[in-house]
């Protein structure tokens, strides 16, 4: 058998890449329609009511017994959890986004930063939608440790901190060529996600529920966002995959 070409091996390597593409986002696709579902799962449990004994049940068990006012845990606890749940805020999270949006549109990667601008206003103007739906009022059987201003369900800082952190986290994915490094950027955008919204419930501003319902939501978003980008990548619409 001959020596194989440059020219086959290429067409080689370039099929190879858009199977493992194509793969990619068909467990995207089928981890959406999962968290999706679970979402409907919970939301229709909230509208039932039928989700607020396991809600208080959780929320009092980060409270000292016979005192709902006051959480269980040393005072930095509590102040840990207050720096931590500002991460996931709507400002912090605008400067965040806006930030490496201006970096994109530096870098001349335009399709990308509007593409990144879209996800995440986007989200926000369905969190909203989805909180005006459900009107869920907050937890009033416990005295919050941080001020809030909407309603309940989904928890808005769990949403926006899992569109947010995990769109920014497949972006810096798809500019390594280590698969460790990206797997890293994921599980460090994940983790962020969920220090934020366990904070929400230890402070006393969400039923467990509106988190889990947040993180779902938020997540499937940010999935369905990195297909769409990663299908117009291929397509040629953005920037290809490069150093950032």
Request: charged letters at 15%.
């Amino acid at each position: 058998m001959g020596k194989k070409t440059p020219k086959y091996q290429r067409r080689r390597m370039r099929n190879h890449a858009a199977e493992n593409s194509k793969n990619g986002a068909l467990i995207s696709i089928l981890a959406m329609a999962c968290l999706l579902f679970i979402f409907g799962f919970v939301a229709q449990s909230v509208a039932e009511g039928k989700s607020l004994a396991f809600d208080r049940s959780i929320i009092l068990a980060l409270r000292e017994p016979g005192n709902p006012s006051a959480l269980i845990g040393p005072a930095w606890v509590q102040e840990a959890a207050r720096d931590l749940t500002s991460l996931g805020s709507i400002i912090v999270l605008a400067i965040i986004t806006l930030s490496v949006a201006g970096y994109l549109f530096l870098e001349r990667k335009h399709a990308v930063a509007w593409l990144m601008l879209a996800a995440v206003f986007g989200g926000i103007a369905l969190n909203d939608l989805l909180k005006f739906a459900f009107a869920r009022p907050r937890p009033d059987f416990v005295s919050p440790a941080a001020r809030v201003f909407t309603t309940s369900f989904p928890s808005g800082h769990a949403t926006l901190s899992a569109i947010v952190y995990l769109t920014i986290a497949a972006l810096l994915a798809r500019s390594q060529s280590s698969s460790k490094v990206g797997l890293y950027f994921i599980v460090l955008a994940a983790l962020l996600t969920i220090l934020i919204g366990v904070s929400r419930i230890y402070l006393g501003v969400h039923y467990p529920t509106d988190v889990l319902g947040g993180w779902c939501i938020g997540a499937a978003w940010a999935l369905g966002c990195w297909v769409l980008m990663a299908r117009l990548g291929q397509g040629g619409q953005v920037e290809s995959r490069g150093p950032t």
